[in-house]
């Protein structure tokens, strides 16, 4: 098994030539809705056990790498004021580059003999719409798949450490995202794809990065 692992919301850049559809939106650029917070630590830390990495370097506000090209939300109430054709260049330059480089590697993983475990790294605020999150790590997969099961049973006993640690929460693991569209194209016996969301008090705690890297060192050391 090899790791694959991806940072979609890494970066809250947004490059010079879109910048002035991002006048006066510096406080929601930098806020947790404009990248994750903390999670760049996370995916340098387990970085070293990965065979591939990739991360975002666009805020998802500008373009969202773990949003279908299609959905609702790929585009924010920002980068939806572009013209149709800027939009289009948007996801012919970064969103399918992006997609296309870590489906191509699973299958290339899968081609040598091996399967992909494929780690997504997120980070979540810890109060939305006035509501507190009632987690400190989420772990997002779809139960009908064994192979995901099982891993984020044994994953979640050894994060349980660290903080409370819930199943498909904050959000779905089937929702839309890029661990979900790439079980559409990859059988569980050749692909888990696990979305790992920390909650943001957490994940901006000393320690708490190599903490989650560490307990993957059992079964990635290799």
């Given at each position: ?19 002035h559809v991002f006048s ?64 289009q260049r948007l996801i ?50 779809d139960p009908s798949r ?77």
């Amino acid at each position: 098994m090899k790791l694959v692992l991806t940072c979609e919301h890494y970066s809250a850049h947004i490059p010079r030539q879109w910048a002035h559809v991002f006048s006066g939106a510096d406080e929601a650029l930098h806020s947790h809705r404009g990248w994750d917070i903390g999670a760049p630590a996370i995916y340098r830390a387990i970085a070293p056990f990965a065979s591939a990495v990739f991360h975002g370097n666009h805020s998802r506000l500008l373009i969202d790498l773990n949003r279908s090209e299609t959905h609702p939300h790929c585009f924010s109430e920002f980068s939806r004021a572009l013209p149709a054709l800027e939009r289009q260049r948007l996801i012919e330059t970064i969103h399918r580059p992006f997609r296309d480089q870590v489906r191509d590697t699973i299958t290339e993983v899968n081609a040598s003999g091996d399967s992909v475990l494929h780690i997504s790294v997120h980070t979540f605020t810890p109060v939305l719409h006035g509501q507190t999150r009632n987690t400190d790590i989420g772990l997002l997969y779809d139960p009908s798949r064994k192979s995901e099961k099982q891993f984020v049973e044994w994953w979640g006993a050894q994060l349980g450490a660290m903080g409370k640690v819930r199943r498909n929460y904050p959000y779905k693991g089937t929702s839309d995202g890029h661990t979900t569209a790439l079980r559409r194209i990859f059988t569980q016996e050749t692909y888990s794809g696990i979305e790992l969301e920390v909650n943001q008090t957490l994940a901006n705690k000393r320690g708490t990065a190599k903490a989650v890297a560490d307990t993957l060192r059992p079964l990635l050391r290799s």
